[in-house]
T-cell receptor, first 114, second 116 residues
Framework: GEDVEQSLFLSVREGDSSVINCTYT??????LYWYKQEPGAGLQLLTY?????DMKQDQRLTVLLNKKDKHLSLRIADTQTGDSAIYFCAESPLASGGSYIPTFGRGTSLIVHP | EAQVTQNPRYLITVTGKKLTVTCSQN?????MSWYRQDPGLGLRQIYYSMNVEVTDKGDVPEGYKVSRKEKRNFPLILESPSPNQTSLYFC???????????????FGEGSRLTVL
């Protein structure tokens, strides 16, 4: 079965780096995602990584994928108060018909304090 | 503007009074899905649809119905709401064919439902 696990809370000081971790169980996952949910809003895709990659960097965001350990992490450099949100890890194996149906973790609430 | 629109955004109702939460997307997506979000439980999938007239149960379908008569619409129906259906509901859509297809889900703003 599929299962995605992540810690529920992370608190960091403004300007520090944040690292949010996630483990998943489906070894056939093709895409792994990080979604961000700001207060009062729906989820939005923050970044994703294809399963044949180890790392992806996009400005302040770094995604690391360890396929052997089925571990995904999101690092946010120079964390700002605007980064306070819930971050969801998700995985998608390639389903029949060429579609991807994601499984989400429970979300990590990132709290950034001055 | 590409978007997923849900209505109503907020609703307070009473036990047993049928209600429908509408969802519409303007991106010609084949895949649509409903989730509920509860504290400490994250997102749980209620129903999903791979295309018109094709629907399947998710992880928590009890007490809900859906239909997919048109590609753009995917309403969520609560025939007899109960207090344990008090939650924040999200509709989402995604393309399943064509390129680039990364499986990105596009979410609505959410519908907060309270059942008294």
């Amino acid at each position: 079965g599929e299962d995605v696990e992540q810690s529920l809370f992370l608190s960091v000081r403004e300007g520090d780096s944040s690292v949010i971790n996630c483990t998943y169980t489906d070894s056939s996952s093709t895409y792994l995602y990080w979604y961000k949910q700001e207060p009062g809003a729906g989820l939005q895709l923050l970044t994703y990584i294809f399963s044949n990659m180890d790392m992806k960097q996009d400005q302040r965001l770094t995604v690391l994928l360890n396929k052997k350990d089925k571990h995904l992490s999101l690092r946010i450099a120079d964390t700002q108060t605007g980064d306070s949100a819930i971050y969801f890890c998700a995985e998608s194996p390639l389903a029949s018909g060429g579609s991807y149906i994601p499984t989400f973790g429970r979300g990590t609430s990132l709290i950034v304090h001055p | 503007e590409a978007q997923v629109t849900q209505n109503p955004r907020y609703l307070i109702t009473v036990t047993g009074k049928k209600l429908t939460v509408t969802c519409s997307q303007n991106m010609n997506h084949e895949y649509m899905s409903w989730y509920r979000q509860d504290p400490g439980l994250g997102l749980r999938q209620i129903y999903y649809s791979m295309n018109v007239e094709v629907t399947d149960k998710g992880d928590v379908p009890e007490g809900y119905k859906v239909s997919r008569k048109e590609k753009r619409n995917f309403p969520l129906i609560l025939e007899s709401p109960s207090p344990n259906q008090t939650s924040l509901y999200f509709c989402a859509s995604s393309m399943t064919s064509g390129a680039p297809n990364t499986g990105e889900l596009f979410f609505g703003e959410g519908s907060r439902l309270t059942v008294l």
